[in-house]
């Protein structure tokens, strides 16, 4: 198998056999859709539901949001060949780790069965809340997805950032 990882912000979309797409899940939430029929899934990864009423969000923040992460995924989908009114979904993460955050994993599960709901789109595994990460493998061509409880969320690399070059002095507000 082809393993395909995805990280916050990041959706993969395939009709390949031999694809399996993964993450690990905090608060965050994946959804998993699939097309039976066509044998085309996908999953994406989100921080958040969707910004507050008054929240203006920059373009290129959007990926942070459910709302925007969906719509990314479900037309991709359809661009491989999916019909939107065969998809099924699995819905996965949303633990409540860090106690000082509140519920925001609840909040985003929440998000995502109501978006679920408003589309129309069947749910069938689902496994969100608690407070322990997930790791969650998708085999995109027929459905299957296996979730995993963490003892603990295990650190993730990201890029370096690059520090500012110049005379070295910093300003404090």
Same mark, same amino acid.
């Given at each position: 198998?082809?393993?395909?990882?995805?990280?916050?912000?990041?959706?993969?979309?395939?009709?390949?056999?031999?694809?399996?797409?993964?993450?690990?899940?905090?608060?965050?939430?994946?959804?998993?859709?699939?097309? /039976?029929?066509?044998?085309?899934?996908?999953?994406?990864?989100?921080?958040? !539901?969707?910004?507050? =009423?008054?929240?203006?969000?920059?373009?290129?923040?959007?990926?942070?949001?459910?709302?925007?992460?969906?719509?990314?995924?479900?037309?991709?989908?359809?661009? =491989? !060949?999916?019909?939107?009114?065969?998809? *099924?979904?699995? &819905?996965?993460?949303?633990?409540?780790?860090?106690? !000082?955050?509140?519920?925001?994993?609840?909040?985003?599960? @929440?998000?995502?069965?109501?978006?679920?709901?408003? @589309?129309? &789109?069947?749910?069938?595994?689902?496994?969100?809340? +608690?407070?322990?990460?997930?790791?969650?493998?998708?085999? /995109?061509?027929?459905?299957?997805? *296996?979730?995993?409880?963490?003892? @603990?969320?295990?650190?993730?690399?990201? =890029?370096?950032?690059?520090?500012?070059?110049?005379? +070295?002095?910093?300003?404090?507000?």
């Amino acid at each position: 198998m082809r393993r395909v990882s995805i990280i916050q912000g990041e959706n993969h979309v395939s009709g390949d056999a031999d694809v399996v797409i993964s993450t690990l899940l905090g608060s965050c939430v994946s959804v998993c859709l699939q097309d /039976p029929e066509a044998r085309i899934g996908g999953m994406n990864h989100f921080l958040l !539901g969707e910004p507050g =009423k008054d929240q203006q969000v920059q373009r290129q923040d959007m990926q942070r949001y459910g709302v925007h992460a969906m719509e990314l995924l479900i037309n991709a989908l359809m661009r =491989k !060949g999916a019909n939107r009114s065969r998809l *099924r979904a699995q &819905i996965y993460g949303g633990a409540n780790i860090i106690a !000082g955050l509140g519920s925001i994993g609840s909040s985003n599960a @929440e998000f995502a069965r109501r978006f679920m709901q408003t @589309e129309g &789109i069947r749910i069938g595994q689902c496994d969100v809340g +608690g407070k322990q990460a997930r790791r969650v493998e998708f085999i /995109p061509y027929d459905g299957t997805a *296996r979730c995993r409880a963490l003892a @603990e969320m295990p650190a993730i690399a990201r =890029k370096p950032v690059a520090m500012p070059t110049g005379g +070295g002095d910093v300003d404090l507000f």
